[in-house]
Each structure stands twice: as structure tokens, then as C-alpha cells.
């Protein structure tokens, strides 16, 4: 899949870079059409994950609040984190809600980006903490992630900050691409395999508590994998994940608190097609009228939270200045 995201996004800088030698035609793509964009789309998730249900009440705070003439946004399903970058660097998305490493590897033309730097985005606030959540049952008989080697394991969709996550911990613990059988599904569809016996685990970047980890206890007997000892140290030493613990009581099924990976979840948006303006205008009507968000998530949008994730990361023009004006930056 990295190879195919750099074909595509080197494809789309030589197109562009044609585009800028044709004189005044790369002048109107870049003034009065950008500024007068205002119908866009917003890259979320799987739609059993945390990204879409959110990115669905987000983008209605943004409809019912954003101060700007024709404004529209949709929140789409997608494969999350690099497609969503990827959309906006191709101008088929306009924001995006990302996990803020693949962010980070975007910015800096590393990781899944490798040779395909994505300079048309930037950081508009934080959403919320994303929790690698691992799960199997117990009919299973896995206790470990080690114990994953030869097992039907669902890494998430191709592109995702989730399946990004898995490969990261599986390659901790020793296992590579073909030690397991890897099946790219979001994270709803791999729950109902796992419930059917299709799958023998699944890994979820999502929000804690996740209701479909719940839904799913309510069928089976579900068993939390830790990420924890020499693994753990490798993953903290070598990523830009940060280690938290799940406590027992987030789940009526846990006994016990389990060690996981955690990283931010993030809204970008493109620089190319969202002016300063409009960014403004985004970034107020959303943190501004968080309480309208039911999803248990949506507390995490909190503005004394806005900045978290935004180290390294360009920030958008209009995101800097709402932040400067609000004193979230100097």
C-alpha cells in the first residue's frame, strides 16, 4: 500500500509542477477559486470506528456555526489517517481527521510517506486521544500479542493510523508481514468477524471507552491484549507514541488495568483550497460550540486541549490566528 501512495502522490507533484509552468492558469487555481472554496469535504474513518460518528457530529457543529457564505461541509468514510492526508494533497478532500504521527511522517516526507512530502496541510486542533485497543476472546485461547504469530489478525484499512499502530507493535514483538494472516478491516467489520469466529483478533485506534469493544462483551468473552515489557520500551524509544493504561473500569469486562499505546487525534485541513479566512471561521464555530457533540468523544475538544498534537506539524494560517487571538499560542 506505501508504494502505491507515493506512485499517487508523486504522480499528482509532476501534474502540478506542469500546471505551475503554464503561466496565468496556475494564478487563478491559486487566488479568488481558493478563496471563494467553500463546499468541502472532511476525510473521517471506517464507519465502525471512532473517526466517522465524530467527524459526522463535527461537521454539523461546523454547518450550524461557521460564519461564511455558501459554506458546506460533508464528513465522508474513508481509510482515516494517510488517505485522509492524501486527499487533501490531492485536492479531493479539504480536511481531514488524522492521528498526529502519520501527520508528523507527512510533514516530513518519512514513514508511509517516504519520498512524497505532503506541504499543502496544517494543524487546526486537537480531537481527542486515540487508545490502541487489541482485542480477542477467550475462546481463542491468546493471551499475548505474541501469540497472534499464524493467526487471522485484522491490522485496519490500508492507509489508516490503526494499521500504521499494529505493524509498529507486531514488528515489536517479532512478527512480520506473513507471520499472521492479515486482514485490512475497519474496525466494526472486524468486530463482527470476531463474533462470527471469522477473525482471531483486531487492533482499533480508537476512543476510550469504544462502544463497539462494548457491544461486542455483550456476545463474547473479550480478552484486552497489553503491550507491554521490551516491546513497549522499543515502541516509546523508536515512535512518537506515548504509553497510557487502561483502567479496569472502563470496560465491565476487565479485571484489571491493561497497558496500551496511545497517540492524538487531529483535524487538519489544506492550505491550497481553505483560505485564512474560512479556516478562521472553521476552527471558531467548532471549538466554540463543542457542547452541541454528543459522542463521548467529543468532550476531548475541549479549546484547553486545542494545542495537543501540534508539536512539529505546520499550522494552518487560520487555525494561528484564531489560536493567537484566543492566547492557545504566542
Given at each position: 500500500?506505501?508504494?502505491?501512495?507515493?506512485?499517487l502522490l508523486?504522480?499528482?507533484?509532476?501534474?502540478?509542477?506542469?500546471?505551475?509552468n503554464?503561466g496565468?492558469?496556475?494564478?487563478?487555481?491559486?487566488g479568488?477559486?481558493t478563496?471563494?472554496?467553500?463546499?468541502?469535504?472532511?476525510?473521517t474513518?471506517s464507519t465502525?470506528?471512532?473517526?466517522?460518528p465524530?467527524?459526522?457530529?463535527?461537521?454539523q457543529?461546523?454547518n450550524n456555526?461557521v460564519?461564511?457564505?455558501?459554506?458546506n461541509v460533508?464528513?465522508?468514510a474513508?481509510?482515516?489517517?494517510?488517505?485522509n492526508?492524501?486527499g487533501?494533497f490531492?485536492?479531493t478532500?479539504q480536511l481531514?481527521m488524522t492521528v498526529?504521527i502519520?501527520?508528523?511522517?507527512a510533514?516530513e516526507?518519512?514513514?508511509?510517506?517516504?519520498g512524497?512530502?505532503?506541504d499543502?496541510f496544517?494543524f487546526?486542533?486537537?480531537?481527542y486521544?486515540?487508545?490502541?485497543q487489541?482485542i480477542?476472546?477467550?475462546?481463542?485461547g491468546?493471551?499475548?500479542?505474541?501469540?497472534?504469530k499464524g493467526?487471522?489478525?485484522?491490522?485496519?484499512p490500508?492507509?489508516?493510523?490503526?494499521?500504521a499502530?499494529?505493524?509498529?507493535i507486531?514488528e515489536?514483538?517479532g512478527?512480520?508481514d506473513?507471520?499472521?494472516?492479515?486482514?485490512?478491516?475497519g474496525?466494526?467489520?472486524a468486530?463482527?468477524?470476531?463474533?462470527?469466529?471469522?477473525?482471531?483478533?483486531?487492533?482499533?485506534?480508537?476512543g476510550?471507552?469504544?462502544?463497539?469493544?462494548?457491544?461486542?462483551?455483550?456476545?463474547r468473552?473479550?480478552?484486552l491484549?497489553?503491550?507491554?515489557?521490551?516491546p513497549?520500551?522499543t515502541?516509546?524509544?523508536?515512535?512518537?507514541?506515548?504509553?497510557?493504561?487502561?483502567p479496569?473500569?472502563?470496560?465491565?469486562?476487565?479485571?484489571e488495568?491493561?497497558?496500551?499505546?496511545?497517540?492524538?487525534?487531529?483535524?487538519?485541513?489544506?492550505t491550497d483550497?481553505i483560505?485564512?479566512?474560512?479556516?478562521?471561521?472553521?476552527?471558531?464555530?467548532?471549538?466554540?460550540?463543542i457542547?452541541?457533540?454528543?459522542?463521548?468523544?467529543?468532550?476531548?475538544l475541549?479549546p484547553?486541549?486545542?494545542?495537543?498534537?501540534?508539536?512539529?506539524l505546520?499550522?494552518?494560517?487560520?487555525?494561528?490566528?484564531?489560536?493567537?487571538?484566543?492566547g492557545?499560542?504566542?
Amino acid at each position: 500500500m506505501k508504494w502505491l501512495w507515493i506512485a499517487l502522490l508523486s504522480a499528482l507533484v509532476i501534474f502540478l509542477g506542469a500546471c505551475g509552468n503554464s503561466g496565468d492558469s496556475n494564478d487563478s487555481a491559486s487566488g479568488e477559486e481558493t478563496e471563494a472554496l467553500t463546499d468541502l469535504q472532511m476525510g473521517t474513518g471506517s464507519t465502525g470506528g471512532t473517526y466517522y460518528p465524530l467527524g459526522q457530529e463535527m461537521a454539523q457543529v461546523m454547518n450550524n456555526h461557521v460564519e461564511a457564505d455558501g459554506f458546506n461541509v460533508s464528513a465522508v468514510a474513508s481509510g482515516a489517517s494517510v488517505e485522509n492526508i492524501g486527499g487533501i494533497f490531492q485536492g479531493t478532500m479539504q480536511l481531514g481527521m488524522t492521528v498526529h504521527i502519520p501527520a508528523l511522517e507527512a510533514a516530513e516526507g518519512t514513514g508511509e510517506f517516504e519520498g512524497a512530502k505532503v506541504d499543502n496541510f496544517g494543524f487546526m486542533g486537537h480531537i481527542y486521544p486515540e487508545v490502541m485497543q487489541i482485542i480477542t476472546t477467550e475462546d481463542t485461547g491468546i493471551t499475548s500479542i505474541e501469540e497472534l504469530k499464524g493467526k487471522k489478525v485484522a491490522i485496519g484499512p490500508a492507509g489508516s493510523g490503526t494499521q500504521a499502530a499494529a505493524k509498529i507493535i507486531l514488528e515489536a514483538y517479532g512478527l512480520q508481514d506473513g507471520d499472521y494472516e492479515a486482514y485490512e478491516e475497519g474496525f466494526g467489520d472486524a468486530a463482527a468477524k470476531i463474533q462470527d469466529g471469522q477473525l482471531d483478533a483486531s487492533f482499533g485506534l480508537l476512543g476510550l471507552p469504544a462502544s463497539s469493544i462494548d457491544e461486542l462483551s455483550f456476545q463474547r468473552d473479550v480478552v484486552l491484549l497489553p503491550v507491554e515489557g521490551k516491546p513497549l520500551e522499543t515502541i516509546l524509544e523508536t515512535s512518537g507514541y506515548g504509553e497510557i493504561e487502561i483502567p479496569a473500569d472502563s470496560y465491565d469486562f476487565l479485571e484489571e488495568p491493561v497497558t496500551a499505546i496511545t497517540a492524538y487525534a487531529i483535524l487538519v485541513g489544506s492550505t491550497d483550497q481553505i483560505s485564512e479566512e474560512l479556516g478562521y471561521e472553521i476552527v471558531k464555530g467548532l471549538y466554540e460550540n463543542i457542547g452541541d457533540i454528543t459522542h463521548p468523544q467529543g468532550t476531548f475538544l475541549d479549546p484547553e486541549n486545542i494545542m495537543n498534537g501540534s508539536e512539529g506539524l505546520p499550522i494552518h494560517p487560520g487555525a494561528e490566528k484564531y489560536f493567537k487571538e484566543k492566547g492557545f499560542m504566542d
